[in-house]
């Protein structure tokens, strides 16, 4: 009986606690803190699953010392876990079937391109899928966060170049404990004691924070270099597993930038461009933020927007506007955690068009970059019910497209757009061709221009026409490219000639032996301009 009573006595015990953990937890911030309500620690309980336990156990040992900043912060980040998490990326055929396949086993980029192409002709058409996706909620362990807030908050208050960072920049810039959506794993210790010495210098120094962050940064970019072989490896490397490898693609060598940065208390964010609008590929870098959170960098290439990682939803990305039941957004679009910062970058324009009319049930249309020798959605707008769209925060001197996203796939819903300043916007759809003609002859020389690499800090020259080659000539007509003829490039590497070219459109120059990477152009003042 007295077993009994003991057992009876635990019992009521533990659910007296586990009531004060919530009641203690779920109270709200101090005034002065960011204000993050109960329905959202309460959101993020429930989708914590069995692992909840260590969730309010984080935020319970944080409230109970009574300091209100640090309880500020935990509920902060824990309002916001939702969401985050690691994503696997495998190779994988149209039916979602994994093929075994490892980039870095191969001994450059040539050759892992090259074994996927003899795994297609084997399994037919693949690609890079996440095929699973492990939620923080579901695995994070309330020691884990602990650490991480207290050597966050340390950093914050102790160093002397952080005395201007608002609160609301720390828990963005500083606070989180993950770069993407790598492996989960700690970093801040390991980090803090590689720049121990120089943090002793920066204090020795009374270093500003823009000094201190150039110096974090220069040390980080000594950790891991980039590899173009990782572009076959999507999957972004732990912290952990670049300090085996050293070596990573620009996502990766970024977050190794920003790991240094966040531990030195440096307020400091990942932006990026999804699609360059000049070239293939894509970019991500690190940016030194002021207190407020505001910076920027330099810009290599050409891009209609540039975008800004960050840990919490923001309000004008499309996730936070596009309700569940509507159609799928395209990829990263339909995410809730980047902002659009391309303003911070120069001057932008704005473009309103009447587009064709929308797909039943679809109210938003896309501004698509030529990347890659496909359309990419990279900027978004509302379409009234007059078919009206207004595009905003656009940098300058871009090809761009307007399309829907129907079933997956880009459907054109205008003429191409050559994106001016001042909003002076030129629309290639045939239209303002010479009185007297709307066909012109053309001689073309080149089917790339000279493109800068920031990855691999080489330019890629300009691509001539190869003596000998044939090329195809197709315009952008319609909503499709339209194929205007074929010709041979003279055997003397001459430029290859084209009659009776549509005026006042887009052209686009191809080889069989290309890979889609020649860029698009337009013919000015009987010059070829490449977009």
């Known amino acids: 009986r007295l077993q009994q009573t003991f057992k009876l006595c635990v019992i009521a015990l533990l659910a007296s606690c586990q009531s004060a953990w919530k009641t203690t937890l779920l109270m709200p911030p101090p005034p002065d803190a960011i204000a993050v309500s109960n329905d959202k620690i309460n959101a993020a309980l429930l989708k914590a699953g069995n692992n909840e336990w260590q969730i309010e156990r984080f935020l319970n040992d944080a409230a109970q010392t009574h300091d209100d900043e640090k309880l500020a912060a935990a509920r902060w980040l824990v309002a916001n876990m939702p969401g985050q998490g690691f994503a696997r990326y495998e190779l994988v055929t149209k039916d979602m079937k994994p093929i075994p396949f490892d980039a870095v086993a191969c001994e450059n980029l040539a050759a892992a391109q090259a074994l996927v192409a003899k795994l297609e002709k084997e399994h037919g058409e693949l690609d890079f899928k996440v095929t699973k996706f492990v939620e923080d909620l579901s695995v994070i362990e309330a020691e884990f966060l602990t650490t991480n807030l207290e050597l966050s908050l340390s950093a914050w208050r102790t160093n002397p ?49 823009q000094s201190v962050g150039q110096s974090a940064m220069a040390a980080a970019t000594a950790w891991v270099a980039f590899k173009d072989i990782y572009y076959m490896h999507p999957q972004d490397q732990s912290w952990s597993e670049m300090c085996v490898s050293k070596a990573g693609r620009c996502e990766d060598i970024s977050n190794v930038t920003s790991f240094a940065l966040h531990a030195s208390g440096i307020a400091a964010a990942s932006d990026y461009v999804p699609a360059w609008a000049d070239r293939d590929n894509n970019h991500t870098w690190d940016v030194l933020l002021d207190g407020n959170g505001k910076g920027s960098a330099g810009l290599f290439n050409r891009t209609l927007k540039v975008y800004r990682k960050n840990f919490s939803p923001q309000p004008d990305a499309l996730g936070s506007a596009r309700a569940k039941d509507e159609p799928a957004a395209p990829g990263w679009l339909r995410g809730d955690t980047y902002s659009d910062v391309t303003d911070q970058y120069g001057d932008t324009v ?12 679809h109210r938003f249309a896309y501004l698509c970059v030529f990347n890659g020798g496909d359309w990419t959605p990279l900027a978004w707008s509302q379409v009234n019910p007059q078919g009206q769209a207004r595009f905003t925060k656009l940098r300058a001197n871009v090809l761009a497209l307007p399309a829907y996203f129907v079933d997956g796939k880009v459907k054109p819903a205008g003429p191409p757009v050559l994106v001016r300043e001042k909003s002076e916007h030129s629309w290639l759809d045939g239209a303002g061709a010479s009185a007297d003609k709307n066909e012109i002859e ?30 195809t000539l197709q315009s952008w007509c319609n909503g499709a490219w339209k194929e205007v003829g074929k010709a041979a490039a003279p055997e003397d590497g001459s430029a290859v000639a084209f009659a009776h070219v549509p005026a006042n459109q887009l052209l686009w120059l191809t080889t069989p032996d290309g890979n889609n990477l020649e860029r698009p152009f337009t013919i000015e003042n009987g010059k070829q301009v490449f977009w």
């Open 442 to 471: 053309i001689e073309i020389a080149a089917v790339r221009p000279d493109t800068p690499d920031h990855d691999t800090q080489i330019t890629r020259p300009r691509l001539p026409v190869k003596a000998g080659a044939e090329y």
């Open 161 to 209: 170049w952080c005395k201007d960072m608002t609160f609301q920049t720390f828990c963005e810039r500083v606070l989180p404990y993950r770069g993407t959506n790598e492996p989960l794993g700690a970093w801040r210790e390991d980090v803090l004691s590689r720049l121990a010495p120089l943090r002793e210098h920066w204090i020795s120094e009374n270093s500003p924070a």
């Open 350 to 361: 704005e473009l309103d068009r009447t587009l064709e009319a929308a797909p039943e049930g």
